[in-house]
């Protein structure tokens, strides 16, 4: 068994925060798709998809959120803070999910949502939060394993 120490159970918050703040969004479009209440958490108040392949993406990324993410999220949080091994796996696992997507919806909506909220929501809240909890988790995880 491995102890949780303080950081755990700071990094099992902070991404608690951050991944259910987007799955809140996530579930907006799932239940409302068409909405302009989607499109305005998802892509900005009074913002339109700026074409069908947009909006779909935007779509299945809500489904692959709620069925891969979460699940993720809750099953490795529960392990790191009961000190087993597989929560900690998942937290790598769940990791690169995060930096992985990171890194294309910074390439991907970069050029829609950098000017709309400037470098510093973007590489933060947006796009980095994700990124950098990701990074933390894997390290973190390497090191108590």
């Not at 102890?3 to 700071?10: G, K, Q």
């Not at 703040?21 to 913002?47: C, H, N, T, V, Y």
């Not at 339109?48 to 779909?56: C, G, P, V």
């Not at 000017?115 to 894997?138: C, E, H, M, S």
């Amino acid at each position: 068994m491995i102890e949780p120490t303080v950081l755990t159970w700071i990094l099992a918050g902070f991404g608690t925060v951050i991944f259910l703040l987007l799955m809140s969004a996530q579930f907006i479009i799932l239940i409302k798709p068409k909405s302009q209440q989607a499109k305005d958490i998802l892509i900005g108040k009074g913002e339109e998809w700026r074409d069908r392949t947009h909006f779909k993406s935007a779509y299945a990324f809500a489904w692959a959120d709620w069925l891969v993410i979460m699940p993720l999220l809750v099953a490795s949080n529960i392990g790191v803070l009961l000190g087993q091994q597989w929560g900690y796996i998942l937290w790598i696992a769940l990791g690169i999910l995060s930096i992985y997507f990171s890194i294309v919806f910074w390439v991907m909506e970069k050029e829609y949502t950098y000017p709309t909220y400037g470098p510093l929501a973007y590489y933060t809240y947006f796009w980095g939060f994700y990124l950098y909890w990701g990074v933390a988790v894997i390290v973190y995880s390497g090191l108590r394993l």
